[in-house]
């Protein structure tokens, strides 16, 4: 699993190429999964780029930030110290519209609801803040993952697993809520 890229371009996508090899770092044969595995990366202003992998050799799936001048990425930076204890998994990093917030998945994390939830950072001058849980109007019992907002910033968009019973997989089902609702602000003004 790897990152490609196409363009709209005069009415029509473009043939999709793959990320280079700073951001697309393949896996090798045999190697287990999630190591070097790439599945989204997002920007809101098309200078500053988030993502998640496991690096070869690590055992969490860390987030990563990278920018890209005139078509090329420089070397990814590890985005550090958002809990006190670094072996949760993270994944699907994206910026609010406003630039303000980190938001992302978080497995296991010891303050979660359920096995994964989603989390926020802030920005701050020296770098993110330590991550909060967004909350239980978008976070509960069930998994929560694949955080996103409309392009105006109006909605937040999410995904949630439902089990019946005691099924192994459930139904993922999407969810949206006004971004106000959420009261990101008031998480860091405590």
Same mark, same amino acid.
């Given at each position: 699993?790897?990152?490609?890229?196409?363009?709209?371009?005069?009415?029509?996508?473009?043939?999709?190429?793959?990320?280079?090899?700073?951001?697309?770092?393949?896996?090798?044969?045999?190697?287990?999964?999630?190591?070097?595995?790439?599945?989204?990366?997002?920007?809101?202003?098309?200078? *500053?780029? $988030?993502? /998640? #992998?496991?690096?070869? +050799?690590?055992?969490? %799936?860390?987030?990563? &930030?990278?920018?890209?001048?005139?078509?090329?990425?420089?070397?990814?930076?590890?985005?550090?110290?958002?809990?006190?204890?670094?072996?949760?998994?993270?994944?699907?990093?994206?910026?609010?519209?406003?630039?303000?917030?980190?938001?992302? *998945?978080? $497995?296991? /994390? #010891?303050?979660?609801? +359920?096995?994964?939830? %989603?989390?926020?950072? &802030?920005?701050?001058?020296?770098?993110?803040?330590?991550?909060?849980?967004?909350?239980?109007?978008?976070?509960?019992?069930?998994?929560?993952?694949?955080?996103?907002?409309?392009?105006?910033?109006?909605?937040?968009?999410?995904?949630?697993? *439902?089990?019946?019973?005691?099924?192994?997989?459930?139904?993922?089902?999407?969810?949206?809520?006004?971004?106000?609702?959420?009261?990101?602000?008031?998480?860091?003004?405590?």
């Amino acid at each position: 699993m790897n990152i490609w890229k196409t363009e709209w371009k005069n009415g029509k996508w473009t043939e999709p190429k793959p990320l280079n090899d700073i951001i697309n770092q393949v896996q090798i044969e045999k190697e287990e999964w999630p190591s070097s595995n790439q599945n989204s990366i997002f920007t809101n202003d098309k200078l *500053n780029f $988030y993502f /998640a #992998t496991m690096v070869r +050799g690590s055992k969490t %799936i860390e987030m990563f &930030q990278t920018k890209q001048i005139k078509g090329v990425f420089s070397q990814p930076i590890k985005i550090d110290n958002l809990f006190k204890d670094d072996k949760y998994w993270k994944s699907t990093p994206i910026i609010s519209p406003n630039g303000k917030y980190l938001i992302f *998945n978080v $497995y296991a /994390a #010891t303050d979660g609801k +359920g096995g994964e939830d %989603i989390y926020v950072s &802030q920005k701050t001058e020296n770098g993110w803040s330590f991550a909060k849980n967004i909350g239980e109007l978008i976070n509960t019992k069930n998994e929560e993952a694949s955080p996103r907002f409309s392009q105006d910033g109006k909605y937040f968009f999410f995904t949630r697993e *439902n089990k019946e019973k005691n099924e192994q997989d459930g139904i993922w089902s999407i969810y949206y809520v006004e971004t106000k609702y959420l009261q990101i602000e008031k998480l860091f003004n405590n």
